[in-house]
T-cell receptor, first 109, second 113 residues
Framework: QKEVEQDPGPLSVPEGAIVSLNCTYS??????FMWYRQYSRKGPELLMY????GNKEDGRFTAQVDKSSKYISLFIRDSQPSDSATYLC?????????FGAGTILRVKS | EAGVAQSPRYKIIEKRQSVAFWCNPI?????LYWYQQILGQGPKLLIQ????????DSQLPKDRFSAERLKGVDSTLKIQPAKLEDSAVYLC???????????FGDGTRLSIL
């Protein structure tokens, strides 16, 4: 079993839709939770960084952490074609980051 | 603020050849990381430096991979000899310190023939 599970997609949605991206994890010792966006042939770009259970909002993005269920989510409101990318969840254990495999998102105009 | 710089962007070599990648982190960032990202997978940490010292190299295949960060700024990652399974994107990241978020460069895409 992988430490971090993420559905690879692709997830295809129409412009303006609300997108939900999810990751589950097995190690309850993970402390910090991140979402990165990766465009084709580019490096991952940090979107959201959270520590505690609950919600964190930044513009059109909301990150949700449920430590009791070992489940994290990223919601994108009013999705745009420019949101088309691979979204990677990542979790920190000590000094080490463990990434999910990424979900490919395609937003159609 | 300038981002993490990596070169070259692309490299094609034959198996058993050697190759080196270079990384210049964000100015002032003490922690530097090298990751390997195979197609369809998330990045996997190879080695982590704090200034010019190695913090974690537990997943670095030390029989063929080596890395250094002389003077605590720039870093190089070397593969010698390369194998077909080394085909991947090699990403460099840096952070202010080990507790801060990591910022990534655009990587070097390595193809082994």
């Amino acid at each position: 079993q992988k430490e971090v599970e993420q559905d690879p997609g692709p997830l295809s949605v129409p412009e303006g839709a609300i997108v939900s991206l999810n990751c589950t994890y097995s190690n309850s010792a993970f402390q910090y939770f991140m979402w990165y966006r990766q465009y084709s042939r580019k490096g991952p770009e940090l979107l959201m960084y959270t520590y505690s259970s609950g919600n964190k909002e930044d513009g059109r993005f909301t990150a949700q952490v449920d430590k009791s269920s070992k489940y994290i989510s990223l919601f994108i409101r009013d999705s745009q074609p420019s949101d088309s990318a691979t979204y990677l969840c990542a979790m920190r254990l000590g000094n080490k980051l463990v990434f999910g495999a990424g979900t490919i998102l395609r937003v159609k105009s | 603020e300038a981002g993490v710089a990596q070169s070259p962007r692309y490299k094609i070599i034959e198996k058993r050849q050697s190759v080196a990648f270079w990384c210049n982190p964000i100015s002032g960032h003490a922690t530097l990381y090298w990751y390997q990202q195979i197609l369809g997978q998330g990045p996997k940490l190879l080695i982590q430096f704090q200034n010019n010292g190695v913090v974690d190299d537990s997943q670095l295949p030390k029989d063929r991979f080596s890395a250094e960060r002389l003077k605590g700024v720039d870093s190089t990652l070397k593969i010698q000899p390369a194998k077909l399974e080394d085909s991947a994107v090699y990403l460099c990241a840096s952070s202010l310190n080990r507790d801060q978020p990591q910022h990534f460069g655009d990587g070097t895409r390595l193809s082994i023939l």
